[in-house]
């Protein structure tokens, strides 16, 4: 079968056995990709890429799947999108768009602990829970913290950052090379660096949400496939952890990276 499609985030969910599913938009249907596992899958560039945002096509993209003038224009590639601590909603002081920054912002957010191959924090819309933990590959996670907009989870954020990372590592999660961490123990013992008013949204509820990925073999060494460079690549889909396909031979492709992207794809 053959299909064509211009590449984004690809949809994530759970299952009632908490195992993660995914699936791929194409222009008239939709992939249901774990069903490829074992497969041979072929991904062939077509040399186009699209802006996100506004549509139009472009030689090359500038960041996050946006055309440079959108990147520094569009609402949804905003400062406070990747730094939530420079969220200003709450003050009603527009960045870009002030109606979407505050339906963006000024709803429940969550701060989280996350084992994706090491310790990490995060935040994420309490509506996207679970979803950011599947994108980024976690094994599990776990809710520090709840507020009401996107400013109190960021001071929450930096707050821990001064003692943990933010920053999942790719390489040893796709190898699932996952060190045995005690979630709640680290949400015990970073408790207390909470000061002031922010101690107030602190969550005592310690259930860990435990996440498994439709993988039938982990690689023991990675290389990302770069469609900047080569024209795709035709191999066995092993797996899908977080936002990548794991293809034999240690390939992998984080198809989020190539939003805008116009692909074909192709599998027996």
Known sequence: MEYTLTLEK?????????????????????IQVQRLLGRQITIE????????????????????GFCQNCFFTAP??????IRPELSRAHEGIEDRDLEFEKSYQLQPHLVYLANSGDLKVGVTREAQRPTRWIDQGASEALVFAQTENRFQAGQIEVALKEYIGDKTPWQRMLKNEIPEIDLRKEKENLKSKLEGDLKQFYVEDDEVQSIEYPVQEWPSKVKSLNLDKEPGLEAVLKGIRGQYLIFEGGRVFNVRAYTGYRIKLSFA
């Open 10 to 30: 690809m949809p994530a969910w759970l299952n009632d056995q908490a195992q993660a599913q995914y699936l791929l938009k194409a222009d008239q249907d939709f």
């Open 45 to 64: 560039f077509l040399n186009e890429k699209y802006c996100s945002n506004c549509g139009n096509r472009f030689e090359q993209l500038y960041r996050m």
């Open 76 to 81: 949804q590639a905003g400062e406070s999108i």
